[in-house]
């Protein structure tokens, strides 16, 4: 069984250069690589710079999810800007994890079970998609706590932790992912700024049961206009273990 999955930073539908608001662009990019989960982070709902719309609304509809979850996270006005996650496959027990530390910026993480396939027993992957923190002690105890909650602590639940990690030099994917198990799907995955990429701020993270088939950073010139992040992308085949099956 395989899927594509994709994150995004997409800076509210505001172009990193040009500073011009065109949802449409993100849904373009989005588009052209046909994912079956896409994680978004800075998704505005509410907010005068992006036209009062719920923009999670207005993406799931152009790129035809029926299944997608939101999460606020900062306050704009009298509107929010956050994570969300669409997928072609059933989202279930949807868990806002709070992430924020001192006097730092709202920041949350949002988990989700997917359900690859309702026909068959435990063809599920657990979903984190976050948006950490801009300082190395905030990323530090924001790693932690997502480490630590009961869905991660399974260690049988195949998972993937993506998303805006703020982390340039992976320094907290070696000390913190990889010794709980977890592979880095895109190494040294430059993606911001969009316009001329230097630093490897995005990563997808995986464990358990996933066979990773493919990954790359879009580079096309409309990812490099439409926010001020470039989107990374993972092709994944997930394998289902029988009963009965062994190691031997």
Same mark, same amino acid.
């Given at each position: 069984?395989?899927? &594509?999955?994709?994150? #995004?930073?997409?800076? $509210?539908?505001?172009?990193?250069?040009?500073?011009? #608001?065109?949802?449409? !662009?993100?849904?373009?990019?989005? =588009?052209? *690589?046909?994912?079956?989960?896409?994680?978004?982070?800075?998704?505005?709902?509410? /907010?005068?710079?992006?036209?009062?719309?719920?923009?999670?609304?207005?993406? +799931?509809?152009?790129?035809?999810?029926?299944?997608?979850?939101? @999460?606020?996270?900062? =306050?704009?006005?009298?509107?929010?800007?956050?994570?969300?996650?669409?997928?072609?496959?059933?989202?279930?027990?949807? /868990?806002?994890?709070?992430?924020?530390?001192?006097? $730092?910026?709202?920041?949350?993480?949002?988990?989700?079970?997917?359900?690859?396939?309702?026909?068959?027993?435990?063809?599920?992957?657990?979903?984190?998609?976050? *948006?950490?923190?801009?300082?190395?002690?905030?990323? &530090?105890? @924001?790693?932690?706590?997502?480490?630590?909650?009961?869905?991660?602590?399974?260690?049988?639940?195949?998972?993937?932790?993506?998303?805006?990690?703020?982390?340039?030099?992976?320094? *907290?994917?070696?000390?913190?992912?990889?010794?709980?198990?977890?592979?880095?799907?895109?190494?040294?995955? $430059?993606?911001?700024?969009?316009?001329?990429?230097? !630093?490897?701020?995005? +990563? /997808? #993270? #995986?464990?358990?049961?996933?066979?990773?088939?493919?990954?790359?950073?879009?580079? =096309? $010139?409309?990812? !490099? @206009?439409?926010?001020?992040?470039?989107?990374?992308?993972?092709?994944?085949?997930?394998?289902?273990?029988?009963?009965?099956?062994?190691?031997?």
């Amino acid at each position: 069984m395989r899927f &594509r999955l994709i994150t #995004y930073n997409i800076h $509210k539908g505001i172009g990193g250069v040009d500073r011009r #608001y065109d949802l449409q !662009r993100i849904i373009d990019v989005i =588009s052209s *690589h046909a994912p079956d989960i896409v994680f978004l982070q800075e998704v505005d709902e509410g /907010v005068r710079r992006s036209g009062f719309e719920s923009q999670v609304e207005r993406l +799931a509809n152009a790129l035809n999810f029926t299944n997608y979850i939101y @999460q606020r996270n900062v =306050s704009v006005g009298r509107g929010h800007y956050g994570n969300a996650i669409l997928s072609n496959f059933i989202l279930e027990n949807q /868990v806002d994890l709070e992430l924020k530390v001192a006097i $730092k910026k709202n920041r949350r993480a949002l988990i989700s079970r997917c359900v690859l396939d309702s026909s068959l027993p435990d063809a599920s992957v657990l979903l984190c998609n976050t *948006h950490l923190g801009l300082s190395g002690l905030e990323r &530090r105890v @924001q790693l932690r706590r997502i480490l630590g909650i009961d869905e991660i602590e399974e260690q049988n639940l195949p998972a993937i932790l993506g998303g805006d990690f703020n982390d340039v030099w992976a320094e *907290h994917g070696k000390k913190f992912m990889l010794p709980r198990g977890f592979k880095c799907a895109v190494n040294n995955a $430059k993606t911001f700024p969009a316009a001329m990429p230097v !630093r490897s701020l995005d +990563a /997808v #993270y #995986y464990r358990g049961d996933l066979n990773l088939l493919n990954s790359y950073t879009c580079t =096309s $010139k409309l990812a !490099r @206009q439409a926010s001020d992040h470039l989107p990374v992308i993972a092709d994944f085949e997930f394998l289902r273990r029988l009963e009965g099956d062994s190691d031997s």
